[in-house]
């Protein structure tokens, strides 16, 4: 409910600041720990999520590869194969179909993005759930940016952020909204970042000419 004389975009704008004051900025630390990790052996990247997940899904993946150096794939840019899947096989398995074909092994690492997480007993997101336990199967960690109370990626997972819940009505845009901000943050950390944004190095050298 709105507080007397505050718009709906005051309240989204000042919830916005509430969940960002109350970042586990130790969780993504060790996230971030945990990427370098996962470049310096070599490994890859494997994110998956649903919905508006999913097009974070992307836009991660390639911040990760570009910014970070990490061989980072996600099973939602190719739509031939999920689609395929889908309706061969069942939406459940597509993303542990994926992870199986790839030969997903200990040196990987899935990253969830999610709002809830995915639940087996309310069958929400169960591809989700089918992914986790394909990884954890295969000895790979999880990590995860969900909200809510972080679901079977919270349950499950090694290093999983659960984004605050400060309205509940609100929970899915602030949830894939702070997915961005998180993500941005990790690729962003000087021990993950190798190759700068674009105009933040362009004023740099425009600084110095």
């Known amino acids: 409910m709105l507080a007397r004389g505050q718009s709906f975009l005051q309240q989204y704008r000042d919830e916005a600041a509430q969940i960002a ?11 971030v720990g945990r990427l370098v990790r996962l470049r310096d052996e070599g490994g ?7 919905g508006g997940s999913a097009g974070n899904c992307s836009h991660a993946v390639n911040d990760f590869r570009k910014l970070a150096g990490i061989e980072a794939y996600s099973p939602v840019d190719n739509v031939s194969e999920l689609t ?16 199986k074909v790839s030969r997903a092994s200990s040196r990987d690492v899935l ?5 809830g ?7 929400i997101s169960a591809n989700l759930v089918a992914a986790i336990d394909e990884a954890k199967a295969r000895g790979m960690d999880v990590l995860g940016v ?15 952020l659960v984004i605050p ?3 509940e009505q609100s929970v899915t845009p602030h949830t894939e909204a702070f997915q961005a901000v998180v993500w941005h943050a990790l690729v962003s950390d000087p021990r993950l970042m190798v190759c700068g944004n674009k105009w933040e190095t362009q004023t740099l050298h425009e600084s110095k000419v």
Request: charge should be negative; hydrophobic fraction near 40%.
């Open 21 to 31: 004051q109350a970042l586990d900025v130790e969780t993504m630390d060790h996230m």
């Open 44 to 50: 890859r990247l494997f994110l998956c999520g649903v």
């Open 84 to 99: 395929a899947r889908t309706n061969d096989e069942g939406w459940e398995t597509v993303f542990a179909a994926w992870l």
């Open 111 to 115: 990253f969830i993005l999610s709002v």
């Open 117 to 123: 997480g995915g639940s087996r007993e309310r069958n």
């Open 146 to 160: 969900v909200g809510r109370d972080g679901g079977y990626t919270k349950r499950r997972g090694d290093l999983v």
């Open 165 to 167: 819940t400060v309205n």
